[in-house]
């Protein structure tokens, strides 16, 4: 009987959700919500998505061996990634910074995808290369479509289950860079097929989309940066 009430006692120590578990429950129900239309509109979306992300070939190709999204169902799976996202991010954030900051960091998967949407068809049509900022863009909505899913796995892995939240920090913060090296790598393979200088294509990376992220991760997280290495 004492064993079982120190059981009890610890297991209360352990708390399984964090404040406003209720919104984070709904909009793991919408999620679901976007990924089902999304199949409903494309019922291969995930399957395409897959392959847009994979398979390093041209956007004309895939085409041509059928490999064409639905512009709808691309748009859903696009919203279920920021709602996850943005789930992630509040619940790493620390609550001790004001609302403004919190809203700010919540939102900042969102304003990097459009960022990164508006620098590639900037980009292309200051240098005239514009059929490879079309291809950046197909490539880089395919492959958030994916992002979404393997986080939204990993949310509901990491949230309903006990444990340090520096571990599930880390696994979605190596997740999310593994994504973004592999959009470099795609990148990279766009430009050399249409015979683009290397310097040009490290330049444009480091200048116009590695450096501002890193910049803002060290402005809006030094904190949680520093204790989860510590």
């Not at 514009?130 to 939204?152: D, H, M, P, Q, S």
Request: with cysteine; charged share 10%; aromatic share 16%.
């Amino acid at each position: 009987m004492f064993e079982n009430n120190q059981i009890v006692q610890q297991m209360d120590l352990i708390p399984r959700y964090s404040n406003g578990s209720t919104w984070f429950v709904l909009l793991l129900f919408l999620c679901v919500v976007f990924i089902a239309l999304a199949r409903v509109v494309q019922q291969s979306i995930v399957s395409i998505s897959i392959q847009n992300t994979l398979f390093f070939e041209t956007q004309e190709d895939q085409i041509g061996k059928g490999v064409r999204p639905n512009a709808l169902s691309r748009l859903l799976l696009n919203l279920q990634f920021v709602a996850v996202s943005c789930m992630f991010i509040y619940w790493f954030i620390d609550k001790n910074k004001t609302d403004n900051q919190q809203l700010f960091a919540t939102l900042i998967p969102v304003g990097y995808l459009l960022y990164q949407l508006c620098i590639s068809f900037i980009a292309g049509n200051l240098t005239g290369q514009k059929k490879i900022a079309r291809e950046e863009i197909y490539f880089t909505l395919a492959l958030y479509n994916v992002l979404g899913l393997v986080l939204l796995i990993e949310f509901f892995i990491f949230y309903f289950q006990s444990g340090p939240q520096t571990t599930a920090l880390k696994i979605v913060g190596a997740t999310y860079s593994l994504f973004l090296i592999f959009r470099i790598l795609r990148s990279v393979f766009l430009g050399l097929s249409s015979k683009v200088s290397w310097y040009y294509i490290i330049l444009y990376f480091w200048t116009l989309e590695i450096l501002p992220i890193l910049i803002v991760i060290k402005l809006l997280f030094d904190g949680e940066i520093s204790g989860m290495i510590n």
